[in-house]
């Protein structure tokens, strides 16, 4: 069952953040993957259903496609059929009890193995990969594919050490101990196309505990997925410990969720569809073997805030980096800037310059800081926002989109008159920030109107040099964002120095990269042993 010798108390290597790449011109870096990217535009996987290690291939398949070049096709896939779910999850139960019960080090091994595999030889294909089909810019795919993931396998080892260190006391005559079991049934994984180190994470962090993964990946995601499924099957793990089901959501969704053998959901994607699964959860509550565990990050309106302390310059900055890097794509993208009144012109003038200096186009082309939104449905929702900002409010800066070769939209600025407008409020997801401006000795008012104004909580940030400021930001927002950065943009959460989540309709804020997501995929059993058992029923008291 395991290649560990029982005779040890373990402790892993040294954890640390795999350091980011800088794939600056005449570096070697560089070179590679450029060359691996040129190799990977000619390529096109057959992209299959693994259950049980089996590829199946449907025949009933669709296309993955570069959005910066959206007739360029980079894989084709099969989607699963129903009976396809049906034996995924029969397969897993076949392989939850070996998997459940070996030695936790077996487990951790691993993932370790993946991290050094990823942070090497698979580097290149899995940052091409994602560049590729999720049109990210190398630094954007780096800090996600190469180093969240590779973060995100080392460090959830890592915690599931300290996890399982915790015992509890035993008094004399007795020792109590603590089993962290895995779930009974599987864990249901549905990763967005956004972030590859998610996907990694959500059936990765369940699967290290011991438990099995039904992983549906999302069809934007297909190329990084397949790559990352690849990459853990050559770090040892055993069939059926994540079986990959791409295809309809709603049908796998339907038939997961519904199964008396769901035993969790690990989810990332819109409110919308996270407040659907839990609902279809409520309703099903009898069938179930056990309580399902419903963990899930979703959307946010992030926001960042100046006081008249802050530094104009380094507001603006962050505003960039928060607001555009990777479109506006992330969950945690600066979406919404507050503005005192005798910081805008200054803030204003270094918006609206630095946005004139973005490039924006093909990723290959490692002069652009932006490359394309996700999607046609992405596009075209993100433009409806920009025609009402044309006859509502007043764009500043950008506005252009074109989706004639590549769904490219200009990064925009827009200042509202008012802090309700749609703007201000609905999540966008794409490279659209809207600022409001304040009179500045309405600062305290202004802060409960960032907390009132979105139902969201993710992430949220306050520039200021005034420690009294700060103070006041931090208590009056302390709800308002489940990441809470002071002078720095809102985005860059890094695994094991910042775990990432957020509350109200943000998600369960179970913090990804840290020991509390990790309890959400183990069900806990005490046990204690007495060594010299009573032998009388009788207590003193009764003498």
Same mark, same amino acid.
């Given at each position: ?33 450029? #060359? ?71 487990? #951790? ?73 895995? @779930? ?168 609206? #310059? ?49 989706? #004639? ?7 925009? @600025? ?101 020991? @509390?997501?990790? @309890? ?24």
């Amino acid at each position: 069952m395991t290649s560990f010798s029982p005779g040890a108390v373990r402790h892993l290597p040294p954890v640390v953040n795999e350091p980011i790449r800088s794939y600056a011109p005449g570096t070697p870096e560089r070179a590679s993957l450029q #060359a691996r990217l040129a190799a990977m535009e000619t390529e096109r996987p057959d992209i299959a259903a693994v259950i049980g290690g089996k590829e199946i291939r449907t025949g009933a398949t669709r296309q993955a496609t570069s959005p910066h070049k959206h007739r360029h096709v980079t894989a084709t896939w099969h989607q699963a059929t129903a009976d396809d779910v049906h034996a995924a999850i029969a397969d897993g139960q076949r392989a939850w009890r070996d998997w459940s019960e070996r030695a936790w080090e077996e487990r #951790a091994a691993v993932f370790l193995r993946a991290a050094d595999l990823l942070a090497g030889p698979w580097r290149d294909t899995i940052n091409a990969a994602t560049m590729l089909g999720q049109s990210k810019t190398v630094f954007q795919s780096e800090i996600d594919a190469a180093c969240e993931m590779a973060d995100f396998f080392r460090f959830n080892a890592a915690f599931a050490q300290e996890l399982y260190a915790e015992q509890p006391v035993s008094g004399p005559g007795v020792w109590n101990q603590m089993e962290y079991r895995a @779930l009974e049934g599987f864990v249901f994984a549905v990763s967005p196309f956004n972030f590859t180190a998610i996907g990694g994470n959500l059936s990765g962090a369940p699967a290290l505990m011991g438990n099995v993964v039904l992983w549906k990946p999302a069809a934007t995601q297909m190329l990084s997925a397949w790559y990352t499924l690849q990459l853990l099957q050559e770090a040892g793990l055993p069939p059926g410990v994540i079986n990959f089901v791409p295809g309809d959501a709603a049908m796998i969704s339907e038939i997961a969720l519904t199964h008396p053998e769901l035993a969790g959901v690990h989810f990332t994607g819109s409110t919308g569809v996270f407040n659907a699964m839990w609902e279809t959860i409520g309703r099903n509550m009898g069938r179930y073997r056990s309580y399902p565990r419903i963990v899930g990050e979703t959307g946010g309106k992030d926001f960042m805030i100046a006081h008249p302390s802050a530094d104009p310059i380094a507001f603006a900055v962050g505003v960039i980096r928060g607001g555009y890097e990777y479109q506006g794509q992330k969950c945690s993208a600066c979406s919404r800037i507050y503005v005192p009144k005798s910081l805008w012109p200054k803030v204003k003038e270094h918006l609206v #310059a630095m946005i004139a200096d973005i490039k924006v186009g093909d990723v290959n082309d490692f002069s652009n800081f932006m490359g394309a939104v996700i999607d046609e449905k992405a596009f075209d929702r993100i433009q409806g926002y920009l025609d009402d900002a044309k006859a509502n409010a007043t764009i500043l800066a950008g506005g252009g989109a074109s989706k #004639a070769d590549g769904y490219f939209v200009q990064p925009t @600025l827009v200042e509202a008159k008012d802090p309700s407008y749609r703007l201000m409020c609905e999540e966008i997801f794409g490279p659209v920030v809207t600022a409001y401006v304040y009179d500045d000795a309405k600062w305290e008012e202004t802060l409960q109107l960032v907390d009132r104004t979105s139902p969201y909580a993710l992430t949220g940030a306050v520039f200021a040099q005034d420690r009294a400021a700060i103070a006041q930001a931090h208590r009056a927002l302390r709800h308002a964002a489940g990441n809470f950065y002071v002078n720095d943009k809102c985005t860059g959460a890094v695994v094991g120095q910042q775990p990432f989540g957020g509350a109200r309709a943000s998600g369960t804020n179970d913090k990804a990269g840290s020991k @509390l997501n990790l @309890l959400r995929w183990v069900s806990a059993r005490t046990i204690k042993e007495t060594f010299v058992p009573p032998t009388d029923y009788r207590y003193p008291f009764m003498g």
